[in-house]
């Protein structure tokens, strides 16, 4: 029993610190990067070759000799920022303060090129507003609702526009033609990254969970991949169990106005439970499959399954690789359950074999 409360505890403190590890920014340090975080950062100053971030806010403030391909919530290339080559970006806002030198594809809520901000070579977007005052040195193609050019505003080739096109159009050097056809769509190119990117985040958080389990409570988590070799189908019909069980009573709670807060907090230690059960589960079938080389190391059987569940959900047939992960889980619930109830039991076999304290021997004085 007391090892269950601990693990309780554990897990959830480590909730709290993935949570407080995402707020913190992440400065990019190596020279090719792939960077996640809630702030990820090039510093000024600072100097990479490539970049490829996954954050709420993406920073350049320094310089990328290569390419930039960003997703989040706001993407900036700040005054003193420089990118080298091309800039990949989707999100809510992008805004370009500093030099991009190559071309520029955005697919995002709004754009803006600042008074200081200069493309290299095309512009490319599909937003819902954009703002330019600063200097494009090729053709832009721009579909929006609005498209504001400011007094500042240059661009030194073609504009091809769909959308309200307002302002200073005499700072068009080439061409301005209307297309209704218009509509630049980044998201093919930009979807990969972010999917692939995400899911190594994933694969990272899960790992380090995985390994606070096997650190703290080697004896249970091994029981938890024994339970799954001897009795497989008994821990999956276990964990199909639990899987419908328990959203039927927590629905069921929170029917009755006093259940409700006894929902939400159920619905809190379900989720828990759910991805416990999951890093169990692909950590036990791994076991399972390594014992049958012979092979009995516990980090790797987590490392191979947790690695083994990431690519099955990339498979090309989504179907396939989901309906395996849910078997993995569906076992992984019902052995962590198992054992679960079996410390419970046991804790509870002891308090009830242990004598009350008028019966029992008092200790005899020397």
């Given at each position: 029993m007391l090892e269950h409360d601990v693990l309780v505890r554990v897990v959830v403190g480590v909730l709290v610190a993935l949570v407080v590890?995402?707020?913190?920014?992440?400065?990019?340090?190596?020279?090719?990067?792939?960077?996640?975080?809630?702030?990820?950062?090039?510093?000024?100053?600072?100097?990479?070759?490539?970049l490829e971030a996954f954050g709420g806010s993406v920073v350049v403030r320094g310089t990328v000799t290569g390419d930039v391909s960003a997703v989040g919530g706001d993407v900036r290339i700040e005054r003193t920022g420089e990118v080298g080559g091309n800039l990949e970006a989707a999100g809510g806002s992008v805004t370009i303060a500093g030099t991009v030198g190559g071309d520029v594809e955005v697919g995002a809520g709004s754009l803006t090129v600042t008074e200081s901000g200069t493309v290299g070579g095309t512009l490319m977007a599909g937003v819902g507003s954009a703002t330019i005052d600063g200097t494009l040195e090729s053709d832009a193609e721009i579909g929006a609702e609005t498209i504001r050019l400011g007094e500042t505003a240059a661009i030194a080739g073609d504009l091809r526009y769909d959308g309200d096109l307002q302002g200073n159009t005499d700072a068009v050097a080439g061409e301005i033609q209307e297309d209704a056809s218009l509509g630049v769509d980044v998201a093919p190119t930009i979807h990969p990254f972010a999917s692939w990117l995400f899911a190594a985040y994933v694969l990272a958080?899960?790992?380090?969970?995985?390994?606070?389990l096997?650190?703290?409570?080697?004896?249970?988590?091994d029981g938890v991949a024994d339970r799954v070799a001897a009795g497989p189908l008994r821990s999956g019909l276990v964990g199909l169990g639990v899987f419908v069980g328990v959203p039927v009573i927590l629905i069921a709670l929170a029917i009755t106005v006093v259940g409700i807060p006894l929902s939400l907090i159920g619905g809190f230690v379900f989720g828990l439970l759910l991805w416990i059960g999951t890093i169990y589960g692909r950590f036990a079938v791994a076991a399972v499959l390594l014992s049958l080389l012979g092979v009995g190391n516990r980090w790797l059987a987590l490392v191979l399954g947790l690695v083994a569940g990431a690519l099955l959900s990339r498979l090309p047939?989504?179907?396939?690789?989901e309906a395996i992960?849910?078997?993995v889980l569906l076992l992984g619930l019902g052995a962590?359950?198992?054992?679960?109830?079996?410390?419970?039991?046991?804790?509870?076999?002891?308090?009830?074999?242990?004598?009350?304290?008028p019966d029992r021997d008092e200790p005899t004085a020397d």
């Open positions: 590890c995402g707020t913190v920014p992440a400065t990019a340090v190596a020279q090719t990067n792939g960077q996640t975080g809630g702030t990820v950062v090039v510093e000024e100053g600072e100097t990479v070759d490539t958080v899960n790992l380090l969970l995985g390994a606070v096997l650190a703290l409570f080697p004896r249970f988590s047939i989504p179907v396939v690789g992960n849910l078997v962590l359950v198992r054992g679960l109830v079996g410390n419970w039991r046991s804790a509870r076999n002891r308090d009830q074999q242990r004598p009350a304290g």
